[in-house]
């Protein structure tokens, strides 16, 4: 059973940073590439970066640029999303995404329905 499962998230004051993982188990996503998305109440899920199977290439919504960093390590099979310089408008329930084969397209991984498997979330709360 493939999985996909995200740490990391809590409650933090603006200006901060946390660091969210997604592990991983199942198979093996070392030649996929994935993503982070997230949603905040009543809105839709919202792209926030992707990172190809390598690392090599690396895309990020224009509101998180230069605040977050998405990273992996294929050896453990885990992706991560730093975030630093947190705003209350960071606040949502931040998902990872894989894709199931090797496709890779900067404008299409912005897009939620690209990705094969999904994880269930973790809460990101920034207080003002």
């Known amino acids: 059973q493939v999985q996909l499962v995200e740490s990391g998230g809590g409650l933090v004051q603006a200006g901060g940073s946390l660091r969210l993982s997604c592990a991983a188990s199942?198979?093996?996503?070392?030649?996929?590439?994935m993503g982070w998305f997230r949603q905040a109440p009543g809105t839709e899920r919202d792209f926030v970066a992707t990172i190809s199977w390598n690392g090599g290439s690396r895309y990020y919504a224009d509101s998180v640029k230069g605040r977050f960093t998405i990273s992996r390590d294929n050896a453990k099979n885990t992706m991560y999303l730093r975030m630093d310089s947190l705003k209350p408008e960071d606040t949502a329930v931040y998902y990872c995404a894989a894709r199931g084969d090797s496709f890779y397209n900067t404008q299409a991984m912005m897009r939620p329905e690209i990705y094969d498997y999904w994880g269930q979330g973790t809460q990101v709360t920034v207080s003002s």
């Open positions: 199942g198979r093996t996503f070392s030649s996929n590439a």
